[in-house]
């Protein structure tokens, strides 16, 4: 039996659609949902990475602002910035794309972003509130995958969840969001022993630790949702996740492909984050 797919780009268009809909009544408003991107640095992946969210905003209309910055701005300079656009009224959403070179400290600099705007839901207070249960902007790449069982009607009370990877952008904040549904979440990791005993006995397994074919076929009870958050190369250069995908799909229930699975959704949950942001503020104003 071959797995049914989640396909990203589909839900993705679908929820942009909806998106247009809200910044034309926004603007009908008085405000223009605005998004700054940050980049730093060269990077191949984050250039890509940075150009397809500002396509995306082009896409529903919301108002995008690129910053490119050479490899050795300082990290007061950087601060500087993220600090003016705080105070810009016409920027809803901050987002200073990672990694940074290594001469500057990332923590601090997600720190600077007023956490109304940080629409990547990466500072401290964004985190706390997530873990607790409080209104917050939620990471953008867990949220898309929650988004993405919540439109297969996957009912997640009381099922057993399994997230390979503890990174504070997916791992940790997918496993809180996993038991705000009332999922039964186990995190893996690198030191986990058995990985393959405690995936066996998931119904929804997140794949996010960035290497490929860490799932693999034999890992996966019969049935079970497979969500690939992993973003990598193989021999080839074609780009695949971190599933074993033409295994896996012959033992899982529900598979996300890679590219047109996370991905997507990722940009989108961006989307709807600078959006609610933008709504904030108007609803500030009146
Ligand atoms: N680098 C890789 N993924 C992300 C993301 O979601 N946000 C930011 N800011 N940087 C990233």
């Known amino acids: 039996m071959s797995a049914l797919l989640i396909d990203g780009n589909a839900l993705s268009q679908h929820m942009r659609v909806d998106f247009a809909a809200r910044t034309q009544s926004l603007v009908a408003q008085g405000i223009h949902p605005g998004l700054a991107v940050i980049l730093v640095g060269d990077n191949p992946a984050s250039q890509v990475y940075v150009r397809n969210k500002v ?26 910035r993220v600090d003016a656009l705080n105070h810009d009224p016409r920027i809803h959403g901050i987002l200073v794309q990672l990694p940074l070179p290594k001469h500057i400290d990332a923590q601090k600099v ?34 898309g995958c929650m ?26 904040p997918m496993a809180l969001m996993l038991l705000q549904q009332n999922a039964t979440v186990t995190i893996c990791h690198s030191a986990t022993v058995d990985l393959k005993h405690h995936c066996l006995q998931a119904d929804v397994i997140v794949a996010a630790v960035g290497r490929r074919n860490v799932l693999t076929a034999d890992m996966v009870k019969p049935g079970a949702v ?4 992993g973003m990598n190369r193989d021999d080839a250069g074609k780009l695949c996740g971190d599933v074993d995908f033409e295994a896996v799909k012959q033992v899982a229930g529900y598979i996300t492909p890679v590219p047109g699975g996370v991905g997507p959704m990722t940009i989108t949950m961006l989307l709807a984050n600078t959006l609610d942001s933008a709504q904030q503020s108007l609803s500030a104003k009146t």
């Open 110 to 143: 997600i720190e600077a972003i007023a956490p109304s705007k940080d629409v990547d839901g990466f500072h401290v207070a964004s985190a706390g509130a997530l873990m607790t249960g409080l209104p917050a902007y939620w990471p953008c790449t867990p949220h």
């Open 55 to 80: 396509k995306a905003c082009e896409q529903v209309g919301i108002h995008s602002v690129l910053e490119k910055h050479p490899d050795d701005l300082t990290q007061a300079a950087l601060l500087a």
């Open 226 to 229: 497979v969500i690939d958050v």
């Open 147 to 172: 988004k993405m069982l919540e439109s297969i009607g996957y009912p997640l009370q009381g099922k057993h969840a399994v997230v390979i990877g503890r990174s504070n952008i997916v791992g940790k």
